[in-house]
């Protein structure tokens, strides 16, 4: 019996003394992660609440709760917006989805794309970029599996968005791009902004030069 309990409460030290693996792939939040901003403590010594205070509490807590909710839908209509902004041609609604100092990592796509490319810094130049490469292409973005950590005034999403390219007006060519997003974002008045995204390819389907011309992918 004892050789158990030894193994029993020295697995967890052994696991936490060996860190976490390293993936390729952002970690997705516990829901400890996700709740950390939103627990409250109570104290067990206390006397039991009565009903009018109960009421109280049940009241905000609803309060907070619709109050997260309408943050979690407002985080992720940034995302709306980085996407529908280069779908549509509108740089102004695609700006608006970046705070002033905000960074975009694209490196690891473009280089399975087979480009070198910085990491943009700076909401003019994510904007100039973004979108002078995509004026010449057919672009739809699509994005699902959204999930948001909240704390305060900042917030991180992790999401799953397909991303598909053809050149204007020709259906021959295509490059289909299936990529995690790992972003974080800042409150701005109403809406929310993105700071930091750092986007991670997982898999590709047709022809990298759609979106580099001369470029080869991997695959290529």
Known sequence: MSWYLSLLFSAPLL????????????????????NACAMVNEDANSPSP?????????????ARTAEALNDQTEVIDALYRFGA???????????????????????QPAKRLGIDLPVFQGKEA?????????????????VTNPRVTLCGDRAHLVALVEAQHLPKGDGSRHLLLKNWYDVDLIRAGLQWQITRLRITNVWMDGEAGVLFAGAKSEAD
């Open 85 to 107: 902004g280069q779908d549509l041609d509108d740089s102004k609604l695609f700006a608006s989805a970046f705070a002033d100092h905000a960074e975009l990592d694209f490196v």
């Open 50 to 62: 009565t009903l009018e205070t109960r009421i109280s509490r049940s009241g905000k807590g609803h």
């Open 126 to 142: 994510i904007v100039s970029s973004i979108m002078a490469t995509v004026s010449a292409l057919d672009t739809t973005h699509t």
């Open 15 to 34: 696991a936490m003394a060996a860190g976490p693996l390293s993936a390729a792939t952002p970690t997705l939040p516990s829901e400890t992660q996700r």
